[in-house]
């Protein structure tokens, strides 16, 4: 009986920019819908904190890894010497090592397709982004790619283990293993071990470059798409263009020991900051993610139609998607579709 057990707790980082205001859009929607959820809000600290080297607490890092869950706001890293970025600071302290990118057409909202449905899962700890660069000579620089059987594995089983859990029936591994023989090589070898113990999902292997050109003539023929590092950094974002951009697009990111951070794909926006004009559709479909998570699916399908239904109406929509309405608006909009 919901009403009497107790809520769930949950890491909230506003974060900087239109980052608060967005983040009180998803508070005021899941009230509404009454999810047993409560916040344990953190904000990013004024000062270095030694045992995070960055302006994230420890404090804020220890909440998520007692939670398990939590939803993050963009953070815009302050510029200076001495500090790690606050995303790389998450990725490596919480050992993010899957992003996962729902990409959906938003039913209403016009864009060139309207059947887009699938799914991103980006390997987010070696590849390209290891940072291991350095001069071999002036003039001559080299930048090493890492691939790992072990990051490989653990981000191919999650690939399948999403698919068969939310009912989808293709992973498609994305790489260059034609060029890139031992690196992506392995990458795919890795995924063909894990397809093995999933019959029930197809497998296919789908070259980059030609993974490109079949998106954007007909995205409809993909459904899991995983592959390393810089191809799904890129992938992705290509793939949110299909469904109408940075205000829509929801991520979650999981780390070991099953923890999942969702957030928006977009930054900060510090042009329309504190104005009331962004949009939290991307945030509150961040927080869907996070309720699905948690398997509250009920809560999280309540309020994705309701962000969805709100959308579709065309009455309340902020700016970037062609409307006037403010965020405060827009949720309320949301609120009373609940
Ligand atoms: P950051 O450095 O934090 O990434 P940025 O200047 O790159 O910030 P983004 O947040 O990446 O800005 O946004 C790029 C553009 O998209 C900006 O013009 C911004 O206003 C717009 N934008 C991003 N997110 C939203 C949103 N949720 N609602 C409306 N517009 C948005
Ligand atoms: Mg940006």
Redesign the pocket.
């Known amino acids: 009986f919901s009403s009497v057990s107790t809520p769930i707790r949950a890491t909230l980082f506003p974060g900087?920019?239109?980052g608060p205001e967005?983040a009180d859009s998803v508070k005021q929607v899941f009230s509404a819908a009454e999810v047993p959820i409560e916040w344990e809000e953190h904000y990013v600290g004024d000062t270095i904190d030694p045992r995070t080297q960055s302006f994230l607490t420890w404090e804020s890092l220890e909440s998520v890894r007692r939670n398990g869950v939590g939803l993050k706001g963009?953070?815009?890293t302050p510029i200076g010497k001495g500090h790690r970025s606050l995303n790389l600071t998450l990725r490596k302290e919480l050992n993010l090592y899957a992003n996962v990118r729902p990409c959906y057409s938003l039913p209403g909202y016009k864009t060139r397709y309207d059947n887009v449905d699938l799914i991103t899962i980006r390997e987010n700890t070696e590849g390209e982004y290891s940072g291991l660069e350095h001069q071999v000579v002036r003039g001559v620089v080299e930048s090493l790619k890492i691939i790992t059987r072990q990051a490989s594995l653990r981000v191919a089983e999650y690939a399948f283990h999403y698919a068969k859990t939310h009912g989808r029936e293709r992973v498609s591994a994305i790489h260059k293993a034609n060029i890139m023989q031992k690196t992506d090589g392995l990458f795919l070898k890795c995924c063909r071990e894990v397809a093995e113990k999933y019959p029930e999902i197809t497998y296919e292997e789908v070259v980059i470059d030609n993974c490109c050109m079949m998106l954007v003539k007909n995205p409809a023929l993909f459904d899991v798409l995983v592959m390393p590092n810089l191809y799904g950094d890129i992938i992705s974002d290509l793939c949110a263009g299909l469904v109408g951009?940075?205000?829509l697009t929801p991520s979650c990111n999981i780390g070991e020991g099953g923890i999942a951070l969702a957030e928006?794909v977009?930054?900060?926006?510090?042009?329309?900051a504190g104005k009331n004009?962004?949009?939290?559709?991307?945030?509150l479909l961040s927080a869907v993610t996070m309720l699905r998570h948690l398997e509250l699916n009920d809560k999280a399908e309540q309020i994705q139609n309701a962000i969805l239904n709100t959308v579709a109406e065309g009455k309340y929509r902020?700016?970037?998607l062609g409307g006037s309405s403010s965020t405060s608006d827009f949720t309320k909009a949301i609120c009373d579709h609940l």
């Open positions: 900087d920019g239109i967005i963009p953070m815009a951009g940075l205000g928006a977009h930054g900060s926006a510090p042009d329309i004009l962004a949009n939290p559709t991307a945030l902020t700016a970037d």
